[in-house]
């Protein structure tokens, strides 16, 4: 039974999909949660002793859902990591991986919606690594060890803020209030049978915009994550956006970008889907 954790009103809930749900803090009498960031930091210990629980509640549904990993303590983001992609924003692909934040605070739940805050907002839809142990130097080899599992998420950019000035501001572009969708469940890595090669995709207003497969990385996930941590401490609970492929709006000839009323689904095969509504910004 595949079973995943979700964020519902901030408590870490065991999701066993259609077979039902149950609260980790409640059902392990307080040893496990009660937030997803407890169960994120005991991350081990949890998944053996979820191996033993069985669902008491419904299913969720996904507006009850808010992001698997809410407050996190560092949000890593890579620019230009599919080829297809990085050629079509006008980079060679030999160079170091571009890394960003995206600021912890513009984290979205599965069912979000997002004001048009920029003529020039764009989509990318992105895997995320959540982080399982405190590491430091990983050796790429084991590199998936320190990975406690995967969700889809999206990199929504302001393009206008993004490009601005001579030196760009990525992680402001892409910081916006509920520019980054994640979840709908944190999936442990050991319940997803190929990770290194998931089909990505994004569809606006059900046309498929982006069409891929993660295993068209530059950088894979263990070198992301052997990268990362030869310079930061890693800690239970950081995520790690690992970059878009082709067919994002502002690469487009005529460019294209979100607008009001535009719904925005973006998946990954065994993780589940994001649904993003854009709208008019309040006043
Ligand atoms: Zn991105």
Redesign the pocket.
């Known amino acids: 039974m595949t079973r995943s954790l979700a964020n519902v009103a901030g408590r870490a809930v065991l999701s066993f999909g259609a077979d039902g749900s149950v609260d980790v803090g409640r059902a392990s009498g307080g040893r496990f949660g009660p937030t997803p960031a407890d169960v994120l930091e005991d991350w081990a210990a949890f998944r053996s002793w979820s191996e033993s629980i069985g669902p008491d509640a419904p299913p969720l549904i996904a507006s009850q859902l808010g992001p698997p990993v809410p407050a996190p303590r560092q949000v890593f983001?890579?620019?230009l990591n599919y080829r297809l992609h990085a050629e079509e924003a006008g980079h060679d692909t030999k160079g170091l991986p571009q890394v960003f934040t995206k600021f912890p605070s513009c984290l979205a739940g599965p069912i979000a919606t997002v004001p048009i805050v920029s003529p020039r907002l764009d989509w990318?839809v992105?895997l995320v690594v959540v982080i399982g142990e405190t590491c430091q130097r990983v050796n790429e080899g084991r590199a998936w060890d320190r990975v406690a599992g995967l969700m889809v998420g999206q990199?929504l950019?302001a393009r206008d803020v993004q490009l601005a000035g001579q030196a760009a501001q990525w992680s402001l572009g892409?910081s916006f209030t509920n520019f980054g969708p994640t979840g709908p469940f944190l999936v442990p890595t050991e319940m997803v049978a190929h990770p290194d090669d998931l089909r990505i995709t994004c569809r606006l207003n059900d046309e498929v915009v982006q069409d891929s497969r993660t295993s068209q990385m530059i950088w894979g996930v263990a070198e992301l994550v052997a990268r990362l941590s030869s310079v930061v401490t890693l800690f239970p609970g950081d995520l790690i956006?690992t970059?878009?492929p082709a067919g994002v709006g502002n690469r487009r000839e005529p460019p294209r970008y979100l607008g009001v009323d535009d719904v925005l689904v973006s998946e990954i095969e065994g993780l589940g889907e994001l649904t993003t509504t854009f709208a008019k910004e309040a006043s």
Do not use: L, Q
């Open positions: 983001a890579i620019g990318e992105e990199d950019s892409k956006f970059g878009t």
